[in-house]
């Protein structure tokens, strides 16, 4: 069976976000090296800088949305993180971005598979709702962890990358069902950024299928405002003050009118570069936890958030396996 094969078999069709990621890492690779060798006979000092631009420009774009961030945070009513924060911040998105979209997702995203087999351990299953222009590929290293610790998972690929987030309710329904199966217990949720919005829309929209926690890692909850810039579906539903927010709460509150987040641990940073000011990462009574000093992508790997969002799931064998959703 081709490679092509293998990865519709396993995983419905192929990413066409990973398509287009690769296209962008070898594409920007081949301008580097042809930028180089054409411009060293005549200017070594213009090569490397125009190659290292090419590879390296990302930084620059990420230092202004850290500025950015830093700024808008001075009012927020999250603690400040602080110019070392920020740069510490910065450095480490630096280093994580290129291993996330110019690795794991475009080339890696297809590797370990989703569990499709039932099992009888006690731990529910784990659904993994990644973020905005990302795929199942960002999750690698949390699968890797939790196939080495025997706790079963599934994931989403939320395409078309660009659409509108109720758009994904069915992929999400599909998953929430393939990972009940695995165990018979309703999952825990574990969402990045946008991910988090996609949760809450789909519990909005199928309020009766049970899931036993959701946990948001730098979710715009309450828009971001970076979203003001946004020409796309999604990106303009993430907005701060968002009629597309607005009205999500407004179901949820309807639905849940004693507490809709009380079943959340929203994780949230002080230098968070795409989702700020830092305080709409979080959620009104839900169990909300301040990483200081942690990047947007990089907060997905944080070892406390890690740590602690994969206790909440092997606890969750010693609670009540009744069905009660979020």
């Known amino acids: 069976m081709s490679d092509h094969s293998s990865k519709s078999k396993r ?75 920020v740069a510490g911040a910065w450095w480490q998105e630096v280093r994580v971005a290129p291993q996330v979209f110019a690795w794991r997702q475009p080339f890696r995203w297809a590797s370990l598979p989703d569990d499709t087999d039932p099992c009888d351990g006690a731990a529910p299953a784990v659904v993994f709702v990644h973020g905005f222009v990302c795929n199942r590929g960002l999750w690698l290293p949390w699968m890797a962890r939790m196939r080495r610790e025997g706790l079963p998972y599934v994931s989403v690929n939320l395409e078309p990358v660009f659409g509108d987030i109720d758009a994904y309710i069915p992929l999400m329904s599909d998953a929430v069902r393939r990972a009940h199966q695995i165990t018979g217990r309703p999952p825990v949720l574990i969402c990045h950024s946008m991910g988090g919005l996609v949760a809450r829309a789909w519990m ?68 968070d570069n795409i989702v700020f000011p830092a305080s ?47």
Do not use: K
């Open 11 to 85: 995983f419905g069709r192929p990413s066409r976000l990973a398509r287009l990621q690769q296209a962008l890492v070898l594409g920007s690779l081949l301008f580097a090296t042809a930028w180089f060798f054409f411009w060293w006979p005549r200017s070594a000092w213009l090569a490397v800088v125009g190659a290292a631009m090419c590879l390296l420009g990302y930084a620059l774009v990420l230092g202004l949305e850290g500025l950015a961030a830093a700024r808008l945070n001075r009012t927020d009513e999250a603690p400040q993180a602080g110019w070392s924060g």
């Open 280 to 326: 709409t990462a979080t959620l009104p009574g839900a169990d909300n936890r301040l990483v200081p000093g942690a990047a947007h992508v990089a907060l997905a790997f944080h070892p406390t958030v890690m740590d602690e969002s994969l206790a909440i799931v092997t606890s969750a064998a010693s609670s009540p396996s009744e069905r009660t959703a979020a």
């Open 204 to 271: 909005a929209a199928e309020p009766d299928m049970p899931v036993h926690r959701v946990v948001t890692i730098g979710s715009p909850h309450r828009g971001t405002w970076l979203g003001r810039f946004s020409r796309v579906a999604n990106g303009r539903q993430m907005r701060q003050e968002g009629e597309w927010l607005a009205a999500l709460h407004g179901r949820e509150a309807h639905l849940r009118p004693d507490g809709p987040y009380a079943n959340f641990v929203c994780w949230y940073s002080n230098a």
